[in-house]
């Protein structure tokens, strides 16, 4: 591809081009697509495309790919939501341990060399994979109540409730077993966003469906507002210093919001075995990633 | 039965939600688009990265708009998380009430340290950062 930047000494130059703008959409679209439909943010697969496809600083890379995320929880999440989909109460509980695992990660980064760290982490993820894809085949989360199409809702004070399933056909109940479980797979979610920069969404669904058996729907939709509430708390801390280019951030994001809101619309209808063994290809993906990272090999991210 | 009217609760919640998240993404959309438009037709836009105070104060019309835009869509995530708090004080749902005050004071801990970071710190690692110009 052409190189559509030049480095210069305080910064990066961008050549405003109607093709470059186009390419900068594309990208957002596809991480939208993909972010929406499995319920991680798509920094993971975002931040090496800006930085192998366009040359772009890692950190600036990372602060697009920061409010990719926000765009993608954000149009996502407005469909979610108001089909009862999202469990808001499971988001919060989970993300307080993801929170506090963010800030673990950056004590944790100090005190252990970061290529042990990455060893564990790659160990862990393609631990996690292996279940992932052991899963994809297995049983469906919850009980189904047949009937004709409502409204999911969540039950108070407690990590419960319920969600239409098209593909099923009702209203299928489900409950946060493992919740321990669950919340560490969470906390390692936080402390690896820390270390990659990126969301942890690819961690975060496996925690509520693997460990927590909530339904993949719920388990996506549930992330999917995690990851913008990560971003969100990482964001500000970007632009603060200076890394967020607006001309560049601009296309991405509106392209974001255009393929998320398209996949978001029927995601119920989308089959779970192929949801969960894509999830499980990028979990592969990554913890070969860090796996390299643990054996002194980097990809610029 | 108790359930349907905690049904109605969670939906009308759901409700309250959705208007969050429909205001911050047409909001933040519309100002990104018309300044990215902006952009396009006066050709005067910052050709690098910009720290957020420099970009609100002294920089080009179209970076201005979308740098609203963008904080328009940064502040969404933690609306959401107040909205949430609100909604489940009002149905004293105080398990949940402090869980969320946990992840608002996390979120504002952040808000705050990078409003105030306005030089680049060192470099953790990695190859070269690009710097705004002095």
Known sequence: MRPVHQPVEDGIVIDLSITMLALLFACGVGAGLLGARIGIGGGIVLVPALVLGFGLDPKIAIATSLFAVIATSTAAGSVYVGRGLTNTRVAIALEVATSFGGLAGGVLAVMIPSRALAGVFGIVMGVTSLLMFRRAGGHDAGTLEPGPMREGYEEPGQLAGSYYDDRRGGLVHYRAKRVAAGSAIALLAGAVSGMLGVGGGFLKVPAMNVAMDIPITVAIATSNFMVGVTAAASIFVYYGRGYVHPVLVAPVVLGVIAGALASSKNSTKANPAGLKRLLATILVVVAIEMSLRALGVHFGV | ?134
């Open chain 2, 1 to 134: 039965m108790s359930d349907l009217s905690e049904t109605a609760r969670s939906h009308r919640a759901h409700r309250r939600v959705q208007w969050v998240l429909r205001l911050g993404l047409v909001g933040s959309s519309a100002l990104v688009l018309t300044g990215l438009i902006l952009a396009f037709a006066t050709g005067r836009y910052a050709g690098h990265a910009v720290p957020l105070g420099a970009l609100l104060s002294d920089s080009a019309l179209a970076d201005r708009v979308i740098a609203i835009g963008l904080v328009i869509l940064a502040l969404t995530p933690v609306l959401r998380v107040v909205a949430l708090i609100v909604i489940w004080a009002v149905e004293r749902d105080r398990r949940f009430v402090v869980l969320g005050l946990i992840v608002a004071a996390i979120l504002a801990a952040s808000l705050v340290s990078g409003w105030r970071a306005s030089p680049p710190p060192p470099p953790t690692g990695g190859p070269h950062v690009a710097r705004p110009p002095a």
